[in-house]
Protein backbone atom coordinates (compact mmCIF):
# COMPACT_ATOMS: atom_id res chain seq x y z
CA UNK A 1 0.00 0.00 0.00
CA UNK A 2 1.72 3.60 -0.96
CA UNK A 3 0.28 6.55 1.37
CA UNK A 4 0.63 10.22 -0.89
CA UNK A 5 0.34 13.07 1.04
CA UNK A 6 0.62 16.75 -0.50
CA UNK A 7 1.99 20.12 1.11
CA UNK A 8 2.11 23.76 0.06
CA UNK A 9 -0.95 25.10 -0.82
CA UNK A 10 -2.84 28.01 0.35
CA UNK A 11 -3.67 31.75 -0.86
CA UNK A 12 -1.75 33.79 -2.73
CA UNK A 13 -2.23 36.65 -5.18
CA UNK A 14 -2.03 36.83 -8.88
CA UNK A 15 1.46 36.36 -10.64
CA UNK A 16 2.82 35.05 -6.94
CA UNK A 17 4.37 31.26 -6.58
CA UNK A 18 3.80 28.31 -4.96
CA UNK A 19 5.82 25.09 -3.87
CA UNK A 20 3.74 21.60 -3.63
CA UNK A 21 4.85 18.59 -2.51
CA UNK A 22 3.67 15.35 -2.51
CA UNK A 23 5.51 12.44 -0.17
CA UNK A 24 5.20 9.13 -0.83
CA UNK A 25 5.34 6.22 1.85
CA UNK A 26 4.80 2.17 2.00
CA UNK A 27 6.92 1.60 -1.10
CA UNK A 28 9.93 3.40 -2.70
CA UNK A 29 8.77 5.19 -5.54
CA UNK A 30 11.37 5.57 -8.36
CA UNK A 31 10.16 3.70 -10.42
CA UNK A 32 6.97 5.02 -11.14
CA UNK A 33 4.87 7.53 -12.86
CA UNK A 34 4.14 10.81 -10.89
CA UNK A 35 1.39 13.20 -11.62
CA UNK A 36 -0.11 16.67 -10.32
CA UNK A 37 -3.75 16.48 -11.09
CA UNK A 38 -6.01 19.31 -10.23
CA UNK A 39 -9.93 20.04 -10.09
CA UNK A 40 -11.61 23.50 -10.11
CA UNK A 41 -15.26 23.29 -8.85
CA UNK A 42 -17.53 21.98 -11.55
CA UNK A 43 -14.62 20.71 -14.00
CA UNK A 44 -13.23 18.14 -14.38
CA UNK A 45 -10.50 16.14 -12.78
CA UNK A 46 -6.95 17.03 -14.98
CA UNK A 47 -3.47 16.25 -15.12
CA UNK A 48 -1.43 19.48 -15.25
CA UNK A 49 2.05 17.66 -15.03
CA UNK A 50 3.87 14.68 -15.13
CA UNK A 51 7.21 12.66 -14.41
CA UNK A 52 8.48 9.46 -15.47
CA UNK A 53 10.79 7.28 -13.57
CA UNK A 54 13.52 8.72 -16.03
CA UNK A 55 12.81 12.27 -15.95
CA UNK A 56 10.69 12.53 -18.51
CA UNK A 57 7.38 15.25 -18.07
CA UNK A 58 4.14 16.19 -19.43
CA UNK A 59 2.64 19.58 -18.99
CA UNK A 60 -0.88 20.43 -19.78
CA UNK A 61 -0.35 23.70 -22.43
CA UNK A 62 -1.87 26.45 -19.94
CA UNK A 63 0.54 25.98 -17.39
CA UNK A 64 3.68 25.21 -19.62
CA UNK A 65 6.40 27.92 -18.68
CA UNK A 66 4.74 28.36 -15.37
CA UNK A 67 5.04 25.40 -13.56
CA UNK A 68 7.37 22.57 -12.95
CA UNK A 69 7.71 19.37 -11.72
CA UNK A 70 10.30 17.70 -10.72
CA UNK A 71 11.17 14.46 -8.35
CA UNK A 72 13.33 13.19 -5.33
CA UNK A 73 13.75 9.57 -5.53
CA UNK A 74 16.18 9.34 -2.48
CA UNK A 75 13.65 11.28 -0.38
CA UNK A 76 10.16 9.66 -1.69
CA UNK A 77 8.88 13.47 -2.87
CA UNK A 78 7.65 14.92 -6.17
CA UNK A 79 7.14 18.76 -6.41
CA UNK A 80 5.59 21.14 -8.73
CA UNK A 81 6.79 24.69 -8.34
CA UNK A 82 3.78 26.99 -9.38
CA UNK A 83 5.04 30.33 -10.97
CA UNK A 84 3.27 33.24 -12.20
CA UNK A 85 -0.10 32.01 -11.22
CA UNK A 86 -3.43 32.94 -12.25
CA UNK A 87 -6.99 32.93 -11.00
CA UNK A 88 -7.77 30.22 -13.31
CA UNK A 89 -5.36 27.85 -11.67
CA UNK A 90 -7.15 27.67 -8.67
CA UNK A 91 -8.37 24.16 -7.73
CA UNK A 92 -7.56 21.05 -5.31
CA UNK A 93 -4.66 19.60 -6.54
CA UNK A 94 -3.42 16.17 -5.98
CA UNK A 95 -1.03 13.85 -6.44
CA UNK A 96 -1.21 10.42 -7.80
CA UNK A 97 0.85 7.16 -8.67
CA UNK A 98 0.93 5.36 -11.40
CA UNK A 99 2.34 1.98 -12.03
CA UNK A 100 3.80 2.10 -15.73
CA UNK A 101 6.50 3.58 -17.31
CA UNK A 102 4.54 5.97 -19.77
CA UNK A 103 2.39 9.10 -18.43
CA UNK A 104 -0.99 8.96 -18.22
CA UNK A 105 -3.25 11.64 -18.60
CA UNK A 106 -6.06 9.93 -17.45
CA UNK A 107 -7.40 9.67 -13.56
CA UNK A 108 -8.13 5.79 -14.51
CA UNK A 109 -4.07 5.07 -15.04
CA UNK A 110 -3.39 5.84 -11.63
CA UNK A 111 -3.20 3.65 -8.79
CA UNK A 112 -3.09 6.02 -5.56
CA UNK A 113 -3.74 9.52 -4.66
CA UNK A 114 -3.60 12.01 -2.23
CA UNK A 115 -6.31 13.87 -0.16
CA UNK A 116 -5.25 16.94 -2.49
CA UNK A 117 -4.48 20.42 -0.94
CA UNK A 118 -6.34 23.71 -2.02
CA UNK A 119 -4.54 26.24 -4.20
CA UNK A 120 -6.15 29.48 -4.29
CA UNK A 121 -5.01 32.59 -6.50
CA UNK A 122 -6.70 35.69 -5.58
CA UNK A 123 -6.20 39.34 -4.68
Known amino acids: QVQLAESGGGLVQPGGSLRLSCAASGRSFSRYVMGWFRQAPGKQRELVAG???????YYKDSVKGRFTISRDNTGNTVYLQMNSLKPEDTAVYSC?????????????????WGQGTQVTVSS
Open 96 to 112: ALRDGLLISTSTTGYNY
Open 51 to 57: ISSIGGT
